[in-house]
């Protein structure tokens, strides 16, 4: 607006200036009114500047007297308890459950129990069952780190410690450091919680060989690339007193993890991720109770070195990346585990197999692996149906000169194999109910278990972002 009233100015400057004709009295009258236009021209330029430089000033002492009370609010409020301001959520679920076979009874042949049966796997108990209720609560405790806390609510009636760690922010350099009890970062399922499985329960391969999860107590470094193409690297060492650890009263490290993934995008419609992790340990006493050939009830305790394998793989669809109507989840993940060292058996009332009281220890080595495939399509908006399909080879348990494989029937060799097929229904992301329905041999030859679900999942409050 000042440059246009500049040139307004000037072109009525240049008419001004023509000379005047004697007797022209009209040309006389027309550069007086000219005169008189630029005079008020510039009067109006002179006030808007005038106003310019008073909203400047304004300005600049509006955001002084700002910055002043932002920092006295700032220091009246440093100590106060009340400033502690965590995301709550809260995470329900539990399901309607029908079982051919007693669940209180559930085995799986071949392959060492993982101590006591997490309720989030094959059903426990036939009729509607409260499954396991997580609340979490998590917070940046100051601009450098970030606390979590996971709780869990066991149908037992048991609260358990599930996660309580904190993890650094802002390291930089694409490292991250966590610290605490948390869900390692093994595999691809590991790290995801039960409320956002695809599947009522977990694989067999996760139950058979980390019981359902593998949690570590201790320190998480991870590392993730700046390129394009998605890489993380990622080191884990802690206690061992989880399976496939076991308790032992000794000072460093028991259990050692590491992993790295892999992934990137194909197209503007799919997605992958590959990764491979490393699970060491070495378990002092990790004990079950069992039977003999005989029938007599025994004690059975391993200690030695345990060593684990897993390769994951995921590939994700959704048309252009959108996947609100439609979408498929591919993903499958392959454990291969051998352990070394010596077995211990022991009656628990009368003399057996086991050499009575004092108990037989023998040596022990065997290679175990399984693997599962699933695949998860939503049809239409909110629906969804997937199938998955679990197989394990438990190998031949090789023992010392003492024992022999028939003394300990839980150990005899067996291939389980698991069909599970599933509808669900989300009305939101928050409650979710599906049906889901397998035909389960993990039990033994001849003890084939057919099992339904019907389950209910809602989470309230806070509801972080989840995996990939």
């Known amino acids: 607006m000042k440059n246009a009233s500049v040139a307004a100015l000037a072109a009525l400057g240049v008419l001004a200036s023509f000379p005047v004709s004697a007797g022209d009295a009209d040309l006389k009258t027309l550069r007086e009114e000219i005169a008189q236009m630029k005079n008020a021209y510039e ?21 002084a007297a700002a910055d002043k009370a ?115 970062g093994i595999g691809y399922q590991n790290e995801i919680h039960p409320h ?48 496939p650890g076991g308790a032992r009263n000794k000072s460093g490290t028991g259990i050692g993890t590491a992993f790295a993934h892999i992934g990137g995008d194909v197209g503007a419609s799919n997605t992958w991720r590959a990764g491979l992790s490393y ?24 200690a030695g070195n345990s060593r684990t394998v897993v390769a994951d793989f995921v590939w994700k669809w959704a048309p252009s990346g959108n996947a609100t109507e439609r979408n498929f989840k591919l993903q499958g993940e392959y454990f291969r585990r051998t352990e070394d060292g010596s077995l211990k058996c022991a009656e628990r009332d009368t003399s057996g197999a086991c050499g009575a009281a004092a108990g037989i220890t023998d040596s022990y080595r065997s290679a175990q692996s399984g693997y599962y495939l699933q695949g998860v399509y939503q049809f239409m908006p909110h629906w969804r149906a997937g199938y998955r399909y679990d197989r394990l080879d438990s190998g031949t348990p ?67 972002a989840h995996k990939f």
């Open 196 to 243: 956002a499985w695809d599947f009522a329960d977990a694989p067999l391969a996760y139950t058979a060989f980390v019981g359902n999860k593998l949690t570590t107590e201790g320190m998480q470094v991870k590392w993730v690339a700046p390129t394009e193409t998605f890489l993380e690297l990622g080191f884990e060492g802690g206690r061992d007193n989880s399976f």
């Open 279 to 302: 699970i060491a340990t070495r378990p002092g006493a990790r004990s079950y109770d069992g039977v003999d050939a005989a029938g007599q009830a025994t004690t059975v305790s391993f």
């Open 43 to 63: 009067q109006r330029i002179g006030a808007l500047e005038k106003r310019l430089v008073q909203a400047e000033s304004t300005s600049t002492q509006a955001k």
């Open 398 to 464: 090789s023992f010392g000169p003492t024992l022999v494989a028939t003394d300990l029937p839980q150990l005899a060799s067996w291939k389980p194999t698991r069909n599970t097929v599933m509808l669900d229904y989300a009305t939101s992301e928050f409650a979710r109910l599906r049906f889901q329905f397998a035909r389960d041999t993990s039990r033994g030859p001849g003890l084939a278990d057919s099992q339904v679900w019907l389950q209910y999942v809602m989470s309230l409050g806070a509801h972080g």
């Open 70 to 184: 932002a920092t006295q609010t700032a220091r009246a409020g440093e100590g106060k308890a009340n400033a502690f301001n965590p995301e709550i959520g809260l995470n329900l679920q539990g399901a309607l459950t029908r079982t051919t076979r007693d669940p209180a009874t559930w085995t799986m042949q071949g392959f060492v129990p993982p101590g006591e049966p997490d309720e989030i796997g094959p059903p426990r108990r036939r009729g509607f069952t409260a499954q396991e209720t997580e609340l979490t609560v998590s917070a940046n405790v100051d601009p450098n780190f970030r606390g979590y806390l996971n709780l869990a609510l066991t149908p037992g009636n048991a609260v358990e410690l599930e996660e309580a760690y904190f993890q650094t922010l802002g390291l930089g350099a694409g490292f991250t450091m966590k610290g605490g009890r948390f869900l390692s």
